[in-house]
């Protein structure tokens, strides 16, 4: 009952819980750097407003980024367009050939998604206020939750017995610098994988690389799916741009080894061991995150579940469900070569 309730909550609340939780990450990974600035005797609220015009730089300058390569590709929408029409035809004829499904039936079935397209695109307009309104929100609520950390910290404190205050203070600094942690990792391994991939792709001469190295490198925010994803678009563009079989060759064998370097070189050096937690409740994090709260459910939903394991690795009655989500600790007699190189690259 408790289970359903929480998440009931988490979902008929979402407008009000999202950008609240945007802000908390963001804040937390703004925190040092604010703490710095006090530290150097800047006056909080300066400092948390420096903090706050940082991000807002760097939303504007990843955003003009975007516009000036997606401006690049809508130079090739006719051309696009064209051998899309002509890959259709193709599909069509194959299609009826093979299953007898007319190729009016088949343009009608189109015409109807078509129509569900457009659809979801006047409700995306229709919605524009709102995604303002949560920007606003959210860069509102970083400001407020790193000028009020202290005070909402001695709150958090105040639920805990002398006893055991050093253990909260404790629990409140590790779950927020588990955040930080893998958000700056991540932030890392993201420009990694923008140089890896735009080296790849430019040398195997693929339209617009770019590009495609920036939504390849920033899909890795879905775990294990978000790198297929944006290979899987790259290979479909390439293919509808009339690429030849060894530029494709040439894009999934880029994709293995910027996946060999990142998973074997780039985690264990940049990420390490911040967010121990196993495949199995990865996967499960993302998809209720994704059914609970949408895309902003699956990029929060990584940190989210960290920092709910750290909370029940210090409480007792929870610490089941901590060890339960965590990683597997395997004794170092069963090390296979593989995992000492990675503990190996990880002391390093």
Not at 207 to 225: K, M, Q, S, T, W
Not at 311 to 324: A, Q, S, T
């Amino acid at each position: 009952m408790l289970l359903f309730l929480v998440v009931a909550g988490l979902y008929f609340a979402k407008e009000f819980l999202i950008p609240l939780a945007i802000g908390a990450i963001i804040a937390t990974l703004f925190l040092p750097f604010c703490k710095w600035l006090e530290q150097k005797k800047v006056p909080r609220i300066v400092a948390v407003f420096i903090c706050v015009l940082i991000l807002l730089l760097f939303i504007a300058g990843f955003s003009t980024l975007i516009g000036w390569q997606i401006s690049s590709l809508t130079k090739d929408i006719e051309l696009i367009k064209t051998k899309s029409v002509f890959l259709i035809e193709k599909i069509q004829q194959y299609i009826f050939k093979h299953f007898g499904f007319s190729s009016a039936a088949q343009t009608k079935l189109i015409n109807d998604q078509q129509n569900s397209v457009t659809l979801y695109i006047e409700m995306f307009v229709s919605s524009f206020a709102t995604i303002v309104t949560s920007f606003i929100l959210t860069v509102l609520y970083v400001f407020l939750l790193l000028y009020y950390r202290i005070h909402l910290k001695k709150f958090i404190l105040m639920f805990s017995s002398d006893a055991k205050k050093l253990e909260s203070e404790q629990l409140i600094y590790q779950a927020t610098n588990v955040s930080q942690q893998y958000l700056v990792g991540l932030s890392k391994m993201i420009f990694c994988l923008w140089i890896m991939y735009g080296i790849g792709f430019s040398i195997i001469g693929v339209e617009n690389a770019i590009f495609f190295a920036i939504l390849c490198g920033l899909l890795e925010i879905v775990p294990f799916i978000g790198n297929i994803t944006g290979t899987t678009i790259t290979v479909l563009v390439a293919v509808v741009h009339g690429a030849s079989l060894p530029m494709i060759i040439g894009i999934v064998i880029t994709y293995g080894v910027v996946q060999f370097i990142q998973g074997w070189i780039l985690e264990p050096l940049i990420l390490g061991s911040q967010v121990k937690i196993n495949p199995l409740f990865t996967i499960l994090a993302l998809v209720l995150g994704q059914l609970i709260w949408g895309i902003p459910g699956i990029v929060l939903a990584i940190p989210i579940t960290a920092m709910f394991k750290i909370v029940c690795d210090y409480i007792e009655p929870l610490k089941p469900l901590g060890f339960l989500i965590g990683e597997i600790q395997k004794p170092k007699s069963q090390l296979t070569i593989i995992t000492k190189i990675k503990s190996w690259f990880k002391r390093t």
